[in-house]
């Protein structure tokens, strides 16, 4: 548990709360322990694939959780252009 919570800069007692009193961490805490740990959020969050179109979103969101800033500006900018109403 130690190494767990060193890795996200917080507290072995942060980590403790989320195991056992059922605590959810941040958003952003999630974000980097479902990239550092390749875990998809809605396993962190127990919640069940329920279609296809999920399986999409996730695969498409655990992709840009691959990327650094810029690039995630790019795709922004490249994804807003492509589905513009213009």
Do not use: C
């Not at 507290?11 to 550092?36: D, F, H, Q, T, Y």
């Amino acid at each position: 548990m130690s190494e767990f919570a060193e890795s996200l800069g917080v507290a072995k007692s942060r980590v403790n709360m989320w195991e056992n009193n059922g605590v959810i961490p941040r958003p952003e805490l999630l974000v980097l322990i479902s990239k550092e740990y390749k875990t998809p959020l809605h396993t962190l969050l127990g919640i069940e694939e329920i279609s296809s179109y999920n399986k999409k979103q996730n695969s498409l969101f655990q992709f840009l959780l691959t990327l650094d800033n810029s690039q995630l500006e790019k795709a922004d900018k490249i994804l807003r252009i492509v589905f513009s109403d213009d």
